[in-house]
Structure formats: structure tokens, C-alpha cells
């Protein structure tokens, strides 16, 4: 008979808190003294509201209600940046708006932050400018120029975390080298911070905190990563592997409670999602409608239950205009009576 570690990848932790965070875990709450199973989790991936103009490469920011996404091209497109690289979406959990455009046109930027507050920066721009070191900020209404980032560099949609004032970068591409460096933002400039525990990379994954965020995969010529690795500020510490290898993956949650979804596992463009509880990377039972990469995610540092993805490519060849929404209901817990 499989044991409780087999088939969750981990021993039965001790928490300070009366909920689990995935389904089938047991656990053991040290505040009410007892066992603790999460004994039910119905999940699903969910259609939503059309994007106005389809496109992949873009970042996004915000909620599933309060949700925004910025940048981006069609693939097929001689000039594709061009095309739709300043185009500015607003979500509000039922239809998108168009707003003001971006300054500038780029695809395969980072963006993190809140609807109303949100930071977009590097790409890259076809024709003049090439890879860019551009930031710009977003206050809800209107983009203004930020101080620009160190280098050069395009990490694509899931690339950086946090909020306007709290935030960070690792890994990246200039056109010529890729890196491992990380850079933090407070709202005015970027600093250099602790360096990833991955040789060098691009398309890379992240979601939490300034100070509690998880980096996953990327993209390490010629294939991906597993990587998983915690920062706490000033370092990198490596963790559990993801199951798989990936990039350019959408991403939602803390560093207790996050989720991967769509990118490119693999070598193959995918609907999987996989969650993670600070500890363990387990497979979501729920997948998305239409797998793809280099779409619009959410930035929440709330749960992974606030999820949405928004456009995306398959293969650099098909464009999407779809959205699609992460929902959780019917979590339960129950107290294991022993004998």
C-alpha cells in the first residue's frame, strides 16, 4: 500500500492553521490538536469575456475582477509589435474595456501589479529599438515613464512579481545573452538582488512577494527547467522541483498557495495547471479549455483561486482572443478522529 508521502510527495506537516491548501492533504493543526484532512476542493477552469483584440506575448496584472493586460502581437505579423504592442485592456470580471495605450509597443515585456497600479517593462520592439529597458507605470487611467531597467531584456508574460512599490525580476534574454540575475523595484528604481539558483535563463515563472516569492522554470537553451527556488528579499534558496519542464507559464497565489497554468511544457504548448503549497508541486485535476502560451495572467498575491489567463499563441502560429477563469468552491475540512 502507497504511504501518505508517495502519494502527495510529503510527510505530514505541522501548521499553525485549521484549513489545508489542497485537496487529500492531512496535516496536523498544532493550534487545536488534531489531525486534519482537506477533504474535498471542486475546481474548475471556466470561459470568460473575449479579449478585444486577440494577441499572445502580453503581460498582465490585477484580479480576476479587477484584471488588466497590456502588450503583445500577432505572430503572423511582419511588424507584429507594432500592431497591437501598446494596446491596453481593462477586466472587471465580465468584459474588457479598451484604455489608453502603453508609450511604447513591445512584446515579450513583464508586467506585475494591481489594476490601478501596475508596471510594465522590458520586450521587445520589431524594427527600430530591438530588445528595450523600458518601464512604464500604470495608475488606472493613464502610462507615464518609470526609470528604466538595468539592462535590456525580454522574460516574457510570467516573468516578475509583486506590487508597484515591492517587486522583482529574475532571469531574462538581450538578443545576444540570457541571465540570472534578479532586480527589485520599490517603486522608483530597480536594485540588484540575490542571484537565481539556475545557470541563466529566459521566460521564466513567478508569483508571491517581494519578500516571499517562488521562481519556477524557464527557458535554459537548448530545453526548460524545473527549478524551483524560494526568495525571502536578499536569496535564492532551491526547493522541490516542478514535476515537468516549463516556460512562459500564467501564474496566481502566494508562496503558500500559487498556481501555474498554460506555457509550454516540455515541447508541447499545454492546458495543465499545477499548484503548489510552499512545500509541493501537485498536478490540478482542473485544466484550461485551450492549452497555450504567452498569454495575459493575473498577478495576484491573493490565493490561486483568483486566476485568469487571457489570449496566448500555439505555436507562435495561432492567436487567441479567449479568456478563462480559475475558480474554487466546496473546499472542506475534516477532523480525523484516532483511536
Not at 179 to 198: F, I, K, M, R, V
Not at 212 to 218: D, I, M, N, Q
Not at 270 to 295: F, I, K, V
Not at 317 to 332: C, H, K, P, R, S
Request: charged share 10%; hydrophobic share 30%.
Amino acid at each position: 500500500m502507497a504511504e501518505y508521502r508517495e502519494i502527495q510527495g510529503a510527510a505530514v506537516q505541522s501548521l499553525a492553521s485549521s484549513t489545508g491548501t489542497i485537496e487529500g492533504q492531512i496535516w496536523y493543526d498544532n493550534v487545536n490538536g488534531a489531525f486534519k484532512l482537506q477533504a474535498f476542493q471542486a475546481a474548475s477552469w471556466a470561459s470568460g469575456v473575449n479579449i478585444n483584440t486577440s494577441r499572445s506575448q502580453l503581460a498582465g496584472a490585477g484580479t480576476q475582477t479587477a484584471g488588466l493586460i497590456f502588450g503583445g502581437t500577432p505572430p503572423n505579423s511582419s511588424n507584429p509589435s507594432a500592431t497591437n504592442g501598446a494596446k491596453t485592456e481593462q477586466y472587471d470580471g465580465s468584459s474588457w474595456t479598451e484604455v489608453n495605450d502603453k508609450n511604447n509597443a513591445t512584446r515579450q515585456q513583464s508586467g506585475f501589479g494591481i489594476q490601478t497600479a501596475a508596471v510594465s517593462f522590458g520586450g521587445y520592439s520589431d524594427g527600430a529599438g530591438g530588445y528595450r529597458n523600458i518601464t512604464e507605470e500604470w495608475d488606472g487611467t493613464c502610462w507615464a515613464a518609470g526609470n528604466n531597467y538595468p539592462s535590456s531584456i525580454s522574460n516574457g508574460a510570467g516573468g516578475s512579481t509583486g506590487i508597484l512599490t515591492a517587486a522583482l525580476n529574475v532571469l531574462g534574454y538581450n538578443g545576444t545573452a540570457y541571465t540570472n540575475n534578479t532586480n527589485e523595484y520599490d517603486g522608483t528604481s530597480w536594485t540588484a538582488g540575490g542571484t537565481y539558483p539556475l545557470p541563466q535563463g529566459q521566460n521564466g515563472t513567478q508569483f508571491g512577494t517581494l519578500t516571499a516569492a517562488v521562481g519556477v522554470g524557464g527557458f535554459v537553451d537548448p530545453g526548460s527547467s524545473q527549478v524551483t527556488a524560494h526568495y525571502d528579499g536578499s536569496s535564492w534558496t532551491a526547493v522541490n522541483n516542478l514535476p515537468v519542464v516549463a516556460n512562459q507559464n500564467g501564474r496566481c497565489g502566494t508562496q503558500n498557495d500559487g498556481m501555474i497554468y498554460g506555457g509550454n511544457y516540455s515541447t508541447s504548448y499545454s492546458s495543465s495547471s499545477y499548484l503548489y503549497d510552499g512545500t509541493s508541486w501537485t498536478t490540478n485535476p482542473a485544466s484550461l479549455s485551450t492549452g497555450r502560451s504567452a498569454g495575459g495572467p493575473a498577478t495576484s498575491q491573493g490565493s490561486s483561486s483568483g486566476a485568469f489567463l487571457a489570449g496566448g499563441d500555439l505555436a507562435e502560429t495561432t492567436t487567441y482572443a479567449v479568456t478563462e477563469e480559475f475558480n474554487v468552491a466546496g473546499i472542506g475540512t475534516e477532523t480525523i478522529t484516532t483511536t
